[in-house]
């Protein structure tokens, strides 16, 4: 073993769904871009993504964020958000929970009048967080996200079982195929795990196929990483209920922040949702919402876009200090399907 491998990290909760917080320990490039500290990263740390995410240390679906220097001014911290198969583009769950533990630990200065405002840059690009505390204990987090729209409609996906259904191509700071699951027997319950991964990932492979990812303005925003299937909701007052299914087969336990950034817009595009109108989101534990709101129209690179704002609260875990040796091939990582 090697003190130089040795980690300090941070671990929370949103709503169920877990956050690796990796806050140091990295010496990451000076004046380097975002883009270019994930690339470091997929070149020199690799192996702590894996480490740390997969088993023994973590689980299949185990969700993490690096968190970087800004790369300017403007901002006050990087975000590069990964799990056991891949580095995600944002993640809102992530924000709500990072945000909250950056203020209560005091890695960002707190602000005496109760609201604390963190300057985020991520691969989708920059998120705004205002995390809202009383004396020592930080409560919620809202975050403005990047601009989300609705890339494609109404693509077939023929789901065994399930018939032919409709997947909505939505992005909120990932992709999503957006699928409604009202008019099938399948309900969004734990107990339904592993069917709604073996056709989330169906799903998603078909529309694939089917349709061409990129983003209007960021080149390297090419990947539809999840499958997100909805249907009324089982909490009062709540817009719909949802589940998302990304990577190798993971899915995810919390209502999804970028994922609701995503609905909004589709929502909106259907003339269902107004601006400045409050929605709630609910997720595949049921044991609470995020709140959601669109600002406001924008143009991404001339397409229409909306502003979303996501709200939601988390919990912290504990913390824990790894100590990685690398000869260690098991100590590595490692997943069972």
């Not at 929370?12 to 917080?21: F, M, S, Y």
């Not at 079982?161 to 099938?184: H, M, P, Q, R, V």
């Not at 996501?310 to 399907?337: C, E, H, Q, Y």
Request: proline share 6%; charged share 20%.
């Amino acid at each position: 073993m090697r003190f130089q491998d040795t980690f300090d990290v941070i671990y929370t909760h949103t709503e169920g769904e877990p956050l690796c917080i990796i806050h140091s320990g990295i010496p990451y490039p000076a004046n380097s871009s975002i883009l270019e500290k994930k690339e470091f990263l997929e070149s020199h740390y690799d192996w702590l993504r894996l480490a740390v995410m997969r088993e023994p240390r973590g689980h299949k679906d185990m969700v993490g964020v690096f968190v970087t220097p800004p790369s300017s001014p403007e901002f006050d911290a990087g975000l590069l958000y990964i799990d056991a198969t891949q580095y995600q583009y944002m993640c809102g769950h992530g924000t709500i929970a990072v945000s909250m533990a950056m203020v209560a630990l005091g890695l960002v200065p707190r602000n005496p009048d109760g609201n604390t405002t963190i300057r985020f840059e991520t691969l989708a690009g920059p998120v705004t967080a205002e995390v809202g505390s009383d004396g020592r204990n930080s409560l919620w987090t809202r975050f403005e996200n990047v601009p989300a729209y609705v890339a494609a409609t109404d693509i077939s996906v023929d789901l065994p079982g399930l018939g032919s259904l409709k997947a909505d191509i939505i992005f909120g700071g990932n992709y999503f195929a957006a699928i409604d699951l009202s008019e099938t027997s399948l309900r969004i319950a734990p107990e339904n795990g592993k069917e709604l991964v073996h056709y989330g990932i169906l799903a998603r492979n078909q529309v694939r196929d089917k349709f061409k990812i990129q983003h209007p303005s960021a080149s390297h925003l090419t990947d539809m990483g999840f499958t997100t299937f909805y249907h009324a909701p089982t909490i009062e007052g709540a817009l719909y209920k949802n589940v998302h299914v990304f990577g190798s087969g993971q899915l995810d336990r919390s209502p999804g922040g970028t994922a609701t950034s995503a609905m909004m817009a589709l929502f909106e595009s259907r003339g269902q949702l107004g601006m400045n109108q409050p929605i709630r989101s609910e997720g595949l534990l049921s044991s609470g919402t995020f709140e959601g709101c669109l600002l406001g129209e924008t143009k991404i690179n001339g397409v229409r876009a909306v502003r979303p704002t996501v709200k939601g609260t988390a919990s912290m875990l504990g913390t824990a200090r790894w100590t990685i040796d690398r000869n260690d091939p098991v100590g590595a990582g490692f997943v069972v399907a």
